[in-house]
């Protein structure tokens, strides 16, 4: 665990109907806006505010019966590293299964370090590997931790 502390008043909560998405947070997570209109209307999107402001934010979609997938999860940048992307996780783990899921998945790239280390933390094992996925379906090269993103991991949790 860090040294940084959660801010005890963090509240994790579905987004009001009344409140816009958090589209420039979304974009940290998947930088693809036709993509996200596409599924975000089809998701349980869950919020991590504090004080008013909305600090995280993760997407949850119906895959079939039994699977759901965590479309989008990102934390805005002064809040990382306090443990708001491992509670987001979690209440979307408690609130897939309570939806009657039994499989939670997510996706990530091979160069998303840090998420692959917090998923599989949080109980999320690898899958699948899809090649190239994302030199097809991105038009602009993405690079983390000089790292070139080309391909697409799948990790799934039971539920
Ligand atoms: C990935 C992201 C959501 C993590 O959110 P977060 O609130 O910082 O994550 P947490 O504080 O809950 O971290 C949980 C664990 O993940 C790992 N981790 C996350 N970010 C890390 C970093 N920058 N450096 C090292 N470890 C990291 C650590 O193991 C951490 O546990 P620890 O703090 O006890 O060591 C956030 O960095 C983010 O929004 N990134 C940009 C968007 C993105 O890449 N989304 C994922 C797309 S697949």
Request: hydrophobic share 40%; with cysteine.
């Amino acid at each position: 665990m860090s040294d940084l502390k959660l801010p005890t008043d963090i509240r994790i909560k579905p987004l009001p109907d009344s409140v816009p998405p958090p589209m420039e947070l979304i974009s940290m997570a998947d930088p693809n806006e036709q993509q996200v209109l596409d599924y975000l209307p089809h998701c349980l999107v869950l919020v991590a505010s504090h004080q008013e402001s909305i600090v995280g934010v993760l997407a949850l979609s119906p895959e079939g019966k039994e699977k759901a997938e965590i479309k989008v999860l990102a934390v805005a940048p002064g809040y990382r590293r306090k443990g708001i992307g491992r509670l987001l996780l979690q209440e979307a783990g408690i609130r897939a299964k309570r939806l009657g899921f039994t499989e939670l998945q997510v996706c990530t790239g091979n160069s998303s370090i840090r998420p692959f280390q917090l998923y599989q933390q949080a109980g999320f094992d690898l899958t699948d590997i899809r090649w190239n996925y994302f030199t097809m379906h991105y038009p602009d090269p993405i690079i983390e931790e000089g790292i070139v993103c080309r391909h697409q991991l799948v990790l799934i949790k039971t539920l």
